[in-house]
């Protein structure tokens, strides 16, 4: 995983500022759950004594363990590519994954470095 200031996310072509940089994994973006999930507009909770992430929006429940490439949305197993992860104390998550799981468009502009989302 390597830190990317450069690497800057547009929702419905608003910039988004995060807490902290992405970070960049097997080309996907990693950045701060809370903020990530507000975005689609789930609340989403640390629980930390499981060491994972619960997120609910109306009748959707999206669970994530941290560095486990298994998922559970609406207690239905799924496949992550790359596992959320915490770095420097900050739980961090993909969100391109999130987006296409919530069926949402995603680009990437290659020579700018930037991911946009549409939601």
Do not use: C, H
């Not at 950045?31 to 609340?43: E, M």
């Not at 009748?59 to 420097?88: C, F, H, T, W």
């Amino acid at each position: 995983m390597i830190e990317d200031p450069l690497r800057t996310v547009y929702v419905n072509n608003d910039k988004v500022t995060f807490s902290r940089n992405p970070v960049i994994a097997k080309d996907y973006t990693f950045v701060p759950y809370k903020l990530t999930f507000l975005i689609f507009g789930l609340n989403a909770e640390w629980d930390k004594e499981n060491n994972k992430i619960i997120a609910i929006k109306d009748e959707q429940r999206l669970e994530i363990e941290i560095g486990s490439n298994i998922a559970y949305y609406n207690n239905k197993e799924i496949e992550m590519k790359v596992p959320a992860q915490v770095m420097d104390s900050e739980v961090i998550v993909p969100i391109e994954w999130i987006s296409k799981l919530f069926n949402k468009t995603v680009d990437k502009e290659i020579g700018t470095n930037s991911v946009y989302i549409t939601l």
